[in-house]
């Protein structure tokens, strides 16, 4: 098949699937046509449910592309999966690889940070969303929680962090005494940043299409290994 046949096969159950995915997933090494002598990419069959299963693996358990990987090398091999392992289609096995900690106990995943639809909110509708005062929304402004766009909007990311400061108020917290997670949010964006822009630069035209695959991924990791670490240093302060 070509690819804008497996492309028809593939949309039915994946409707935001793309030519520039499948290509994206080639270039990862999770799946491997042949070519034709000119160059043309030639699935089969068992491509295409190689693909149904990294798909159903994104979407559906939330594992990153390195993890699928190792379940389909490991299927290749003839490697048994663990009870608790999703299955391959086609009698291919999977390894039960690291539980990503999307896959449980409410961790983040990389769908989380997909854009999203572009939402443009007003002061007023921030204050009655969130539910704050014109007080609380200057303080979130002054120690960098809360950043309006250039023309003076704010965005749906806004409402949550000012329900959730608001939240935090109760303990006796202030917008000044969270200006650290604002720092650490920005150098961990900035490590991200480093990592994915070379990959951004190159010329190819799956290019933005990994680069956001590969930052997506990080960001999962990094908020996941933020979370772990702090869960650890809870256990400290209640003995636990």
């Given amino acids: ?30 799946v491997r046509p042949s070519r034709t002598p000119s160059g043309y990419r030639q699935f089969t069959p068992a491509d295409v449910e190689r693909l149904r299963f990294v798909l159903s693996a994104q979407r559906d358990h939330y594992l990153p592309l390195k993890v699928i990987k190792e379940q389909l090398d490991a299927a290749d091999r003839g490697v048994e999966p663990a009870a608790s392992a999703p299955r391959l289609p086609r009698k291919l096995v999977s390894l039960s690889g690291p539980a990503f900690p999307g896959d449980h106990g409410g961790m983040p995943a990389p769908a989380d940070f997909a854009p999203e639809r572009d939402i443009r909110l007003t002061q007023e509708e921030l204050l009655a969303d969130a539910g704050v005062d014109l007080v609380m929304l200057g303080e979130l402004e002054q120690y960098g929680l809360i950043r309006p766009g250039a023309a003076g909007f704010y965005d749906a990311d806004s409402v949550h962090i000012a329900r959730t400061v608001k939240a935090m108020t109760a303990f006796g917290i202030e917008p000044r ?3 650290a997670f604002r720092a650490s949010a920005d150098r961990e964006v900035g490590l991200l940043e480093q990592i994915v822009a070379p990959v ?14 590969m930052v997506r991924e990080l960001a999962a990791l990094s908020v996941a290994l933020h979370t772990l ?8 302060v209640t003995g636990g």
Avoid at 200 to 213: C, G, I, L
């Fill in 1 to 30: 098949m070509s690819i804008g046949a497996v492309l028809a096969q593939l949309r039915g159950d994946f409707p935001d699937v793309t030519i520039s995915k499948i290509r994206f997933l080639e270039s990862e090494g999770l």
């Fill in 177 to 179: 005494h969270l200006r």
């Fill in 200 to 213: 951004y630069r190159h010329r190819d035209e799956d290019a933005k299409e990994r680069a956001d695959e």
């Fill in 229 to 236: 670490l702090v869960k650890a240093g809870i256990r400290g």
